[in-house]
């Protein structure tokens, strides 16, 4: 896989998402909360925390699936909001705690800010590629240029 800033792209796959989840408390009741769903909180603390990134500490994780430092700061900012949390209800605590705890509104908002900075930096990133000539689906022609009718007036 081609990307730039990261050696290894398809951990932020699955970085990105369980970002989101922590930042959506909708999805966090209506997906991780139910039991018929394969994704719960635990899941999701275990690819930031364990799988694909460490939350805890982040910094070397910068250049493999975080592509900035401010990536890494608000990464580090989930996990302390998180290990406050887990420290309040307790490891063993049901997901329903972790979720009605009080500090989780600071969970929440760092995984928000960070979902944004994430975004956008793949944004960016997906922008280079688009630059240097990478086109989607692989294999396809070129863009049409800016001076190519792109609305097919005379």
Same mark, same amino acid.
């Given at each position: 896989?081609?990307?730039?800033?990261?050696?290894?792209?398809?951990?932020? *796959?699955?970085?990105?998402?369980?970002?989101? #989840?922590?930042?959506?408390?909708?999805?966090?009741?209506?997906?991780? *909360?139910?039991?018929?769903?394969?994704?719960? %909180?635990?899941?999701?603390?275990?690819? +930031?925390?364990?799988?694909?990134?460490?939350?805890?500490?982040?910094?070397?994780? %910068?250049?493999?699936?975080?592509?900035?430092?401010?990536?890494?700061? +608000?990464?580090? &900012?989930?996990?302390? #909001?998180?290990?406050? =949390?887990?420290?309040? $209800?307790?490891? #063993?605590?049901?997901?329903? &705690?972790? %979720?009605?705890?009080?500090?989780?509104?600071?969970? =929440?908002? &760092?995984?928000?800010? +960070?979902?944004? $900075? *994430?975004?956008?930096?793949?944004?960016?990133? *997906?922008?280079?590629?688009?630059?240097?000539?990478?086109?989607?689906?692989?294999?396809?022609?070129?863009?049409?240029?800016?001076?190519?009718?792109?609305?097919?007036?005379?």
């Amino acid at each position: 896989m081609i990307d730039h800033g990261i050696a290894l792209p398809h951990y932020r *796959l699955h970085v990105v998402p369980a970002v989101v #989840a922590l930042a959506s408390p909708t999805w966090q009741r209506e997906v991780l *909360l139910d039991p018929d769903q394969f994704e719960d %909180l635990d899941y999701t603390v275990h690819v +930031l925390f364990d799988d694909f990134c460490d939350a805890d500490n982040p910094s070397p994780w %910068l250049g493999q699936c975080l592509r900035s430092e401010e990536e890494v700061e +608000l990464m580090a &900012a989930i996990g302390t #909001a998180y290990s406050a =949390v887990q420290e309040s $209800v307790g490891a #063993a605590a049901r997901d329903e &705690a972790y %979720l009605d705890s009080p500090g989780w509104s600071a969970v =929440v908002a &760092a995984a928000a800010r +960070l979902a944004q $900075v *994430l975004v956008s930096n793949d944004h960016s990133a *997906l922008s280079k590629l688009h630059d240097a000539g990478y086109r989607w689906p692989l294999g396809a022609g070129p863009v049409a240029s800016e001076t190519d009718d792109q609305h097919g007036e005379s």
